[in-house]
């Protein structure tokens, strides 16, 4: 067999080139497996029964790994997004963190707290003071967090400072990275309530109690603002939809996906229900109208992006789907999670080999995992 062939071929000089070929080969993916294999002993280690579930588990960790450029956390590699994004980076390094590889995380802060996009600056804001949130909930490390105070001190100030339109709300910011359109933004007045909510509590773990009541006090008026304009902007008719944009600028969606805008009110309805803002009956009203409108396939957040050579008019989008199953488990629905859970291993990765990407189609691909060419078409 090719495997004893070697041994031999080792005794035998001139190797044939094929085998010398072999050889390297052997060697490199020998190399590969003991360095990652050294990654994945490094942090938590969990095993459950089901063999796939392990291997999904094991690969996403090191695909992150993989990602990191020096140190920062990119998004993709090899293309266009092939760079830092802030909320997408910041959730990768909050898998970091939760899996026991809080040196990394550390490493990937700064770069996050420094990064900047211009006409998103209130969402940025409102990821960076959660993920310092979220990092000092884990290592409990006061020394970083100090160590980071001028870049939270700015973020901070931002955030209390810039609540000035008639509502005590941002002003206008894009609709999200894609759409360039100015909204009075739920999504990022909910994120940098959630923001400053949390970081008050790391305040006071830092003894800077004064601060923390300060920036609790500005959170509770600044939630009380938010939850009087969703209810200044929501439909009778459809009392589950909380629209995004703000100030009776945005009109429910009858099928979520038939249109772009659709799509990505999807996409951004999910981090509102991540920031915990929404009182009852109101998340569930907006939890049962993302189930009922189509806003779902085996449990993964749906889109509709257009069809290009990579993806197709039906697609799921499950990396948005996160806060939709945290939330899910938060409320104590396992069914509903499960559902998603699994239908992210039947169809949101590479067929056994676990690869996640942002998006995915529903519909057939040829064997390589792309459209096929008679139907690559624009729309």
Same mark, same amino acid.
């Given at each position: 067999n090719r495997d004893s062939a070697l041994v031999l071929a080792i005794a035998t000089k001139p190797l044939p080139a094929d085998l010398v070929l072999d050889l390297n080969y052997a060697t490199q993916r020998a190399a590969c497996v003991a360095q990652w294999q050294q990654l994945l002993d490094r942090g938590m280690q969990v095993t459950v029964p089901e063999a796939r579930v392990n291997h999904a588990a094991r690969h996403l960790l090191i695909q992150n790994h993989t990602l990191i450029k020096g140190d920062r956390m990119h998004y993709s590699a090899g293309n266009q997004y092939d760079q830092l994004y802030e909320a997408e980076g910041s959730d990768a390094m909050l898998a970091m963190l939760a899996w026991g590889y809080p040196a990394d995380a550390r490493r990937l802060t700064a770069p996050l707290l420094d990064f900047t996009r211009k006409g998103l600056e209130f969402h940025q804001a409102g990821h960076k003071l959660q993920l310092l949130a979220h990092l000092h909930a884990f290592t409990h490390d006061e020394a970083f967090l100090r160590e980071m105070r001028p870049r939270w001190a700015k973020e901070i100030q931002l955030i209390v400072n810039s609540r000035t339109n008639a509502e005590g709300l941002f002003p206008r910011e894009q609709y999200c990275g894609d759409i360039a359109t100015p909204v009075f933004s739920l999504n990022s007045n909910a994120k940098a309530w959630?923001? %400053?909510?949390?970081?008050?509590?790391?305040?006071? !773990? %830092? @003894?800077?109690?004064?601060?923390?009541?300060?920036?609790?006090?500005?959170?509770? &008026?600044?939630?009380?603002?938010? %939850?009087?304009?969703? !209810?200044?902007?929501? $439909?009778?008719?459809?009392?589950?939809?909380?629209?995004?944009?703000?100030?009776? &600028?945005?009109?429910?969606?009858?099928?979520?996906?038939?249109?772009?805008? @659709?799509?990505?009110?999807?996409?951004?309805?999910?981090?509102?229900?991540?920031?915990?803002?929404?009182?009852?009956?109101?998340? $569930? @009203?907006?939890?049962?109208?993302?189930?009922?409108? @189509?806003g779902l396939a085996l449990g993964m957040t749906r889109s509709r992006p257009g069809v290009s050579f990579w993806t197709g008019p039906h697609s799921a989008n499950p990396l948005y789907g996160t806060r939709y199953v945290l939330t899910l488990l938060r409320r104590d629905e396992p069914d509903r999670a499960l559902v998603s859970f699994y239908g992210m291993l039947a169809q949101g990765f590479t067929r056994d080999t676990f690869i996640a990407g942002e998006g995915s189609s529903l519909t057939p691909l040829d064997a390589r995992g792309r459209r096929p060419v008679a139907h690559s078409t624009t729309g």
């Open positions: 959630r923001a %400053l909510h949390d970081f008050s509590a790391t305040l006071t !773990a %830092l @003894g800077e109690r004064d601060e923390a009541l300060r920036l609790a006090k500005v959170a509770g &008026e600044f939630k009380q603002n938010i %939850l009087a304009a969703i !209810a200044k902007s929501t $439909r009778a008719a459809q009392p589950g939809f909380v629209p995004i944009a703000l100030s009776g &600028e945005e009109e429910p969606y009858d099928v979520i996906t038939a249109t772009k805008m @659709g799509s990505y009110w999807n996409l951004m309805a999910n981090y509102v229900l991540g920031s915990g803002i929404l009182p009852e009956p109101r998340e $569930r @009203g907006l939890l049962e109208y993302l189930q009922q409108h @189509g």
